[in-house]
């Protein structure tokens, strides 16, 4: 139990387009989701908190309007990054916590997604 | 601004060694201390400690946490080749409006070489 998904695993876009990143709960539901970015050799960041139904909260430094994010069901949330560029290169995490627990461990991390932006 | 920091931040050593990872933090509304081990995809849950002195154990991994100096450890003994990966230690602390927050270290590398 508690898998979460991220799709696509690996993209490859050029600079200026948009590039659309899925994070599934497949077996609970998630009130909140957490986005993070990890650069080579760097910790993974925090960039926003997502609650099911209403605006997500972003980090200090984090453009809302770059970085959208929607978390429309209990199972679902996406982040799009607009007018992708070079820098924003990482790879990107999402980790859902279980509605049904409350333990802090309980945040489940899905497997990341490779974004080059050429 | 909460900081978690690890040490050391790379780490080489022999099949058999034993090895201690440090984290030291420092944050408010602390809530619990969180050890994942990273390779090449996301961060796989180890431990989670919220009580002093009191040793998490799961076969050769162990970590203790001291709230009242504010680090951790984690202890790998025996250590092998399948023991090499960023060893990342997080603090969940409450942010405000109900919602917990994960601050992240930037890890530990552990090369385990035969």
């Known amino acids: 139990g508690a898998v979460v998904s991220q799709h696509p695993s690996r993209v490859i876009c050029k600079s200026g387009t948009s590039v659309k990143i899925e994070c599934r709960s497949l077996?609970?539901?998630?009130?909140?989701m957490f986005w993070y970015r990890q650069f080579p050799k760097q910790s993974l960041m925090l960039m926003a908190t997502?609650?099911?139904?209403?605006?997500?909260?972003?980090e200090q430094g984090v453009e809302k309007d770059k970085f959208l994010i929607n978390h429309a069901s209990l199972t679902l949330s996406t982040l799009t990054v607009t007018s992708a560029h070079p820098e924003d290169s990482s790879f990107y995490i999402c980790?859902?916590?279980?509605?049904?627990?409350?333990?802090?461990?309980?945040?489940?991390f899905g497997p990341g997604t490779r974004l080059t932006v050429t | 601004e909460d900081k978690v920091v690890q040490s050391p931040l790379s780490l080489v050593v022999h099949e058999g060694d034993t090895v201690t990872l440090n984290c030291s933090y420092e944050?408010?509304?602390?809530?619990?201390l969180l050890w994942y081990k990273q390779e090449k995809k996301a961060p796989t849950f180890l431990f989670m400690l919220?009580?002093?002195?009191i040793e998490k154990k799961s076969g050769r991994l162990s970590s203790i946490l001291d709230k009242k100096e504010l680090f951790s450890i984690l202890n790998i003994t025996a250590t092998q080749t399948g023991d090499s990966a960023v060893y990342l230690c997080?603090?969940?602390?409450?942010?405000?409006?109900?919602?917990?927050?994960?601050?992240f270290g930037k890890g530990t590398k552990l090369s385990v070489i035969p």
């Open positions: 980790s859902a916590r279980d509605r049904q627990k409350v333990a802090p461990y309980e945040q489940y």
């Open positions: 077996d609970f539901q998630a009130t909140t």
């Open positions: 997080a603090v969940e602390a409450y942010s405000g409006a109900g919602s917990y927050q994960l601050t």
């Open positions: 919220t009580s002093s002195g």
């Open positions: 997502s609650n099911e139904g209403s605006k997500a909260t972003y």
């Open positions: 944050v408010t509304n602390f809530r619990s």
